[in-house]
C-alpha cells in the first residue's frame, strides 16, 4: 500500500502522521514538497541564539486539535501560554487600547469604540438598531461592505481590518462574513433585527481559559515530532507536477504509482494537479486568492522602553509601512526571559505586495522607523532576520464557504483522493492540522474501509 502526500507544511505533517497511525508499518508513505524544508508557513530560525518563529508563533488555544497533538507526540510540556496583555491600536497617530469585547473588531455598541471613531459614528452605531436590516438568509458580503453600511467607515479601517489584517493578511473589503465570522452569519440567518443584536448574539461567552497557546521552542518542535512520528519516506526539493488515474489507483509525477493521495498544497498548486482528473475541482481552487507578506524579527537591547502590550496594529491610511508589530517579549512570558527584547514586524496583505519587493535592509529600516514612531522608544537592534511570505495566507471572500462545499461535492466520487489545507475550513494552525486528520480519515477509510 502505497499513500503520496503533497506539501510537507502542517496540514500535509498531520495527514502524514495520522496515517501512520491508521494504516500502521504496512503502508508506504511519501510526502514530497516542493520547498528545500518541511514546515510551509511555519518555520522557526534563531535569533540571538535562541528560537523565534517568522510565520504563525500561536494558535487558539481553545481548539482542542494542537494541545491533543502535543500530548500525543510527547511534547506537552512545550505548551505555552501568553501574559494576557492587551495589544495597542495604533490609529489618527495615537496608540490607544484595541476596543474590548468586539467580534473580529465589529463592536456590539457604540462605547467599545469610543474615542477611536468620531463622534458621528459614534452616534450611528449608537442608533444602528433601529434602521431596519436587509439580510439574505444564507447569503454573503464582504465584512467591510457589511459594517460600513452599519457602522460607517471609520470602524471598519480603525477597528476591523487591523483584527482580520493580522488573521488572512487582507482587509474587511476581501474577506467573506460566512467563512471570517460564522457565528455572525448564524445570528443574521436566525433573523437578527440589527448588527448590533447579531455581534451580541455571535460574540463568545466571557471567559478566563487563555484565547491563544504556543510552543515554547517554536513551531519546528512540533514539526520534527510529525515528522519523526509519521515515518514517511519526505523528499524535500521536489515539486508533485501531475497527477493522473492509473487503474484504481494514481499516478503522481514524480513519485510514480500510489494508492491514494492526499493533496495538501496551497490552492493554486492543488488546482493545477486537479487539472486533469477533477478539473472542475480544479477551477473551483483556483479561483481563491492568496495575500502575500512580510515578517522582520528584531531583537533589541533587553532595557528598550517598549510599551507594556501585547501588540500593536496599524489602522488602513495610517502613514507607516509595517501593518503591526507583536511585541514577543511583552506578549509570551517564556520570552521575556530572554537576554533580548523580541519584536515581529508585519508587512503587505491582500493588494499591497509591493514590501516583498523590497531588500531585507529596507524591511529591516522600515521595522525600526515605524516601531519607533509607534513606541516613542529608541529602536536599536542587535540581530534582526527577515521573512518573506508569497502567497502565504488564502483569502476567504465573499461565497467561500459555498465554494468549499461545491469543490468537496465535486470529489466526493474521488475516494482515493483527499485535500487538506488553508484555504478549507480555517487558516489557523488547528484549522489545518483538523484538515490532515480528515484527510487521512478519508484516506484510511477507502484504504482499509472494506478489510
Ligand atoms: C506570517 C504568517 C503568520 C501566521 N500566524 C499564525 C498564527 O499566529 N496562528 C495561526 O494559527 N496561524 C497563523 N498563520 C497561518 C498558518 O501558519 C497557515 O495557514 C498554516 O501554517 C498553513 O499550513 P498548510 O500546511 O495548510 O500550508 P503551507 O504551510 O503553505 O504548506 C504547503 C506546502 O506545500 C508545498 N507545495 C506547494 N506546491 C507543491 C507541489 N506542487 N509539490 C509539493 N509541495 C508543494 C509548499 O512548499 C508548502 O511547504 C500565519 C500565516 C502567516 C503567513
Known amino acids: ?3 503520496a502526500v503533497v506539501g510537507g507544511g502542517i496540514s500535509g505533517l498531520v495527514a502524514a502522521y495520522r496515517l501512520r497511525a491508521a494504516l500502521g508499518e504496512r503502508a ?3 510526502l514530497v514538497e516542493g520547498a528545500e524544508r518541511v514546515g510551509g508557513t511555519l518555520r522557526t530560525v534563531e535569533i540571538a541564539g535562541d528560537p ?3 510565520g504563525a508563533e500561536a494558535f487558539v488555544g481553545r481548539r482542542p486539535e494542537i494541545p491533543a497533538l502535543m500530548r500525543e507526540l510527547g511534547i506537552a510540556d512545550q505548551l505555552v501560554h501568553p501574559a494576557g496583555k492587551r495589544p495597542l491600536i ?5 496608540a490607544r487600547p484595541l476596543p474590548e469585547r468586539t467580534l473580529m473588531g465589529i463592536p456590539a455598541e457604540a462605547e467599545a469604540v469610543a474615542g477611536l471613531v468620531d463622534p458621528e459614528t459614534m452616534a450611528r452605531i449608537a442608533a444602528e438598531p433601529e434602521r431596519p436590516l436587509r439580510w439574505e438568509r444564507g447569503g454573503d458580503v464582504a465584512v467591510g461592505a457589511l459594517v460600513a453600511q452599519r457602522f460607517g467607515e471609520q470602524v471598519v479601517r480603525r477597528s476591523v481590518d487591523p483584527l482580520l489584517g493580522g488573521v488572512y493578511a487582507g482587509t474587511a473589503d476581501t474577506i467573506g462574513v460566512r467563512a471570517a465570522l460564522p457565528t455572525l452569519a448564524a445570528a443574521l440567518d436566525a433573523g437578527s433585527a440589527s448588527l448590533t443584536e447579531a455581534v451580541r448574539t455571535a460574540l463568545p461567552p466571557q471567559s478566563d481559559t487563555p484565547v491563544f497557546g504556543g ?3 517554536g513551531y519546528r518542535v512540533l514539526l520534527d515530532a510529525l515528522r519523526a512520528a509519521a515515518d514517511a519516506k519526505v523528499e524535500t526539493a521536489t515539486a508533485a507536477t501531475r497527477l493522473t488515474r492509473d487503474g484504481a489507483g494514481w499516478r503522481l509525477d514524480p513519485v510514480g504509482p500510489v494508492d491514494a493521495v492526499v493533496l495538501a498544497a496551497p490552492a493554486p498548486a492543488t488546482a493545477d494537479l486537479l487539472r486533469e482528473v477533477a478539473p472542475a475541482a480544479a477551477d473551483l481552487a483556483a479561483g481563491i ?3 502575500s507578506s512580510a515578517v522582520v524579527a528584531l531583537a533589541l537591547p ?3 522602553p517598549l510599551p507594556d502590550n501585547s501588540g500593536i496594529l496599524v489602522a488602513t491610511g495610517e502613514p507607516l509601512r ?9 506578549k509570551w512570558p517564556h520570552l521575556a526571559a530572554r537576554e533580548v527584547a523580541l519584536v515581529r514586524a508585519s508587512f503587505g496583505r491582500f493588494g499591497d505586495a509591493a514590501p516583498l519587493s523590497w531588500s531585507d535592509d529596507d524591511l529591516v529600516a522600515a521595522a525600526v522607523d515605524d516601531l519607533a514612531t509607534v513606541t516613542g522608544a529608541p529602536i536599536r537592534p542587535v540581530a534582526a532576520v527577515v521573512q518573506r511570505w508569497p502567497g502565504g495566507l488564502p483569502q476567504y471572500g465573499p461565497g467561500h464557504t459555498e465554494r468549499i462545499a461545491a469543490l468537496r461535492d465535486t470529489l466526493a466520487d474521488l475516494p482515493g483522493l483527499a485535500l487538506a489545507g488553508a484555504y478549507l475550513d480555517g487558516v489557523g494552525v488547528p484549522a489545518c492540522a483538523a484538515s490532515g486528520t480528515a484527510a487521512a480519515t478519508r484516506i484510511a477509510a477507502h484504504l482499509v474501509g472494506d478489510e
Do not use: N, P, Q, Y
Not at 495604533?90 to 495615537?94: D, I, L
Open 322 to 330: 509595517a501593518k503591526a508589530f507583536t511585541l514577543s517579549s511583552r
Open 28 to 30: 508506504e508513505l511519501v
Open 52 to 54: 523565534v518563529d517568522l
Open 215 to 217: 510552543i515554547r521552542d
Open 90 to 94: 495604533w490609529s489618527g497617530g495615537v
Open 302 to 304: 533587553r532595557d528598550t
Open 289 to 291: 486568492e492568496l495575500a
Open 1 to 3: 500500500m502505497r499513500v
